[in-house]
């Protein structure tokens, strides 16, 4: 499976943005697909999970703030960012896979990162 992510940017504190990721090729072994993401000097964390029937797992720190949703038919996951903080600036990573590595760290497939900056 091969992922493409779009939408990353440079926003103020408080603005938001979208980021999709498109899936391609062997689409079948997809199960879930997420996101996660990585600031400097910090470990590569998990924002956000959806599976295909819909089951939702959010990083607490962007609950309430953080919306993911798929596309099944177009095989596309969406996180809209809301109240972007300066702490959530990181790059930022589609996966996908079976659920239970999805949610933890080993999906099937990475996206390639995507740059989000929330200056304060």
């Known amino acids: 499976v091969q992922l493409q992510a779009s939408g990353g940017g440079l926003v103020q504190a408080g603005d938001s943005l979208r980021l999709s990721c498109a899936a391609s090729?062997?689409?079948?072994?997809?199960?879930?697909m997420g996101w996660y993401r990585q600031a400097p000097g910090k470990q590569r964390e998990l924002v956000a999970a959806?599976?295909?029937?819909?089951?939702?797992n959010y990083a607490d720190s962007v609950k309430g703030r953080f919306t993911i949703s798929r596309d099944n038919a177009k095989n596309t996951v969406y996180l809209q960012m809301n109240n972007l903080k300066p702490e959530d600036t990181a790059v930022y990573y589609c996966?996908?896979?079976?659920?239970?590595?999805?949610?933890?760290?080993?999906?099937?497939?990475w996206g390639q990162g995507t740059q989000v900056t929330v200056s304060s």
């Open positions: 959806i599976s295909s029937g819909g089951g939702i």
């Open positions: 996966a996908a896979g079976p659920w239970i590595k999805v949610v933890t760290s080993t999906p099937n497939s």
């Open positions: 090729g062997s689409i079948g072994s997809v199960n879930a």
